[in-house]
């Protein structure tokens, strides 16, 4: 049975990764599901892992690919974060307005150049949405997880020579 590559696990992360933004603007602009500032936060970090995964996994070389997938590392652990964040207190909360999300998307300017994308147009509480049952976070949080075992799986696997 062939190993997988981390080049091909890399590449499949930032797909996936791409995907999942993909499904969120469907869900939003075609079933109504307005997002909350915790989802343009979650929805921008996996802009982000998309890049520097597809990026990781075309650099020559392990240790260009090791050295970029032990810095985008941390940012799942900030998605995973953020998922969290969102169901056990945002979702409690009428108002999630001014928060690191709210500050953070404001800072980057996201919401004003691309509001089709990035804008907030829902509270977190009223956002709340489940797919077959499941809060819409926690399916990111697990494609977090998974992209972070990914990125792990590239930093400790070395190259297979030919």
Excluded at 12 to 20: I, K, T
Excluded at 26 to 51: D, N
Excluded at 94 to 110: E, Y
Aim: glycine letters at 6%.
């Amino acid at each position: 049975m062939a190993k997988l590559s981390p080049r091909l696990a890399l590449s499949l992360m930032g797909l996936a990764s791409g995907v999942s933004v993909a499904l969120a603007l469907l869900a939003q602009h075609k079933f109504g599901m307005e997002p909350c500032p915790w989802c343009i936060l979650q929805r921008m970090i996996f802009i982000v892992l998309t890049v520097l995964c597809l990026l990781a996994a075309a650099l020559p070389g392990a240790l260009p690919r090791r050295a970029l997938s032990a810095l985008t590392l941390p940012l799942t652990l900030g998605g995973i974060g953020a998922a969290l964040w969102q169901h056990f207190v945002a979702a409690k909360s009428a108002s999630c307005a001014l928060t690191f999300a709210d500050k953070l998307i404001t800072f980057v300017g996201a919401d004003t150049r691309w509001p089709d994308i990035f804008e907030v147009r829902a509270s977190c509480a009223d956002a709340a949405a489940s797919v077959l049952g499941v809060p819409f976070e926690f399916w990111s949080l697990a494609l977090f997880a998974v992209v972070g075992m990914a990125l792990l799986y590239s930093i400790v696997t070395p190259d297979r020579r030919a």
